[in-house]
């Protein structure tokens, strides 16, 4: 009788190991693990982690390249509604999740498991995310979670595989490290308090650059698709030169508190160079070229689309109502924006663009109009005010 097919969300790391080796030995199927790249494993990376697969007993490992549909489906509208997290975050691991569970989702579809396996403990936000998920896109198969059913302790999970000849680094790591083409997130000691900031030394990029630079950013239509007169072929390539360029300023550094999907807060480091500066620039953008409701509503249209994505919710068809809403309104965002690095800060120099509504053809803010009388506002303030005047006519003086 062939063994059943289980897809194991697979990193490599110690909760990831126990699965594939219980998974395989005490329950008995036969296990094929993937790993989902969104931007942040190089080739020699992933090469250690199939490696690592097979010396667990896997049947199969997969890498599914997600990185330019990552961009696609999720990064592009983060940058189009300017989202941060709390006026903070830019959603770097939260998005990023998203896009893995959608995949492996598609993966055990595609070969047809009878379920689905991920490490995930009961404390946190991913094991909803990808749980929900599969329940969407994979409702008939099965979601199987040792870490979290079995209550498992790192030092229960360390001896299980030792017990099964398992060799590996098994010291936890000081810091843990989440790395994605829209930001890397770090955890550690501190980071489980409320007062304690990140030390130097914790942070994945060191410092290494101090003279100032300035870069000449392209968007065309809402997306960064040139620096420095350098065009590229998609915007992740962009997305990745200007990371190479601004995180050893140690530029987008900064600890972010929020509100979990199981209703505790939660703090964590990040470090997001680009993608801070790519929010600011096209922000910047947006305020030269849009009209002031344009910027109202994708204000709080993009506020909501972050909340909801942070929270997994990302196959709610609201969230395609509100992606068509962010699209159209990048018609005409598009433009250079010029930013000065400097070491720990930028700062947005100006704009350039063709649908800039600053053009002193129709006046100068505090300065000259050309396009009305002094007359024409006399009458426009008293209209303007008149319902309120009558309000305060008739109510009284409060």
Request: with cysteine; net charge negative; glycine share 8%.
């Amino acid at each position: 009788m062939d063994k059943q097919k289980v897809v194991l969300a697979y990193s490599g790391g110690l909760d990831t190991s126990f699965c594939c080796i219980y998974l395989t030995r005490d329950l008995g199927y036969e296990v094929h693990s993937v790993i989902v790249n969104t931007g942040g494993f190089s080739e020699e990376e992933l090469k250690n982690v199939e490696e690592r697969a097979y010396q667990m007993g896997v049947t199969s490992h997969h890498v599914v390249d997600e990185t330019e549909n990552f961009y696609n489906t999720c990064v592009r509208y983060l940058i189009y509604g300017n989202v941060l997290k709390n006026n903070t975050y830019p959603l770097s691991v939260s998005a990023e999740r998203v896009s893995q569970a959608t995949a492996i989702a598609n993966y055990a579809k595609e070969i047809g498991a009878v379920a689905v396996a991920h490490g995930s403990t009961g404390a946190g936000n991913d094991q909803v995310r990808f749980d929900m998920i599969f329940n969407i896109l994979v409702p008939e198969v099965q979601i199987i979670t040792p870490i979290r059913d079995l209550k498992l302790s790192r030092e229960e999970e360390i001896e299980y595989l030792k017990k099964h000849g398992v060799e590996m680094n098994f010291e936890k790591a000081k810091y843990s490290i989440n790395k994605g083409i829209w930001g890397t997130s770090v955890g550690g000691k501190e980071t489980l308090t409320s007062h304690l900031g990140l030390p130097e030394d914790a942070w994945p990029t060191q410092v290494t650059s101090s003279e100032p630079k300035t870069l000449e950013l392209v968007f065309e239509k809402g997306e960064l698709k040139a620096i420095d007169g350098t065009h590229y072929d998609h915007p992740t390539k962009a997305i990745q030169i200007l990371q190479a360029i601004a995180q050893p300023y140690g530029i987008g550094r900064d600890i972010h508190v929020g509100d979990t999907i199981i209703g505790i807060k939660g703090r964590v480091g990040f470090e997001a160079a680009a993608p801070m500066v790519i929010i600011k620039a096209h922000h910047t953008l947006e305020k030269h070229v849009l009209t002031k409701w344009q910027l109202s509503w994708k204000d709080q249209l993009s506020s909501f689309y972050g909340n909801w994505l942070h929270e997994g919710q990302f196959h709610d068809p609201i969230m395609r109502n509100i992606e068509a809403f962010l699209t159209d309104t990048q018609k005409q965002v598009s433009g250079k924006v010029f930013v000065e690095l400097h070491p720990y800060r930028f700062q947005v120099v100006g704009i350039e663009s063709d649908h800039d509504l600053m053009s002193n053809k129709f006046g100068s803010y505090g300065e000259m109009n050309n396009a009305w009388s002094g007359e024409d506002v006399k009458g426009f303030s008293k209209i303007f005010g008149n319902q309120v005047m009558i309000y305060h006519k008739v109510n009284g003086q409060d």
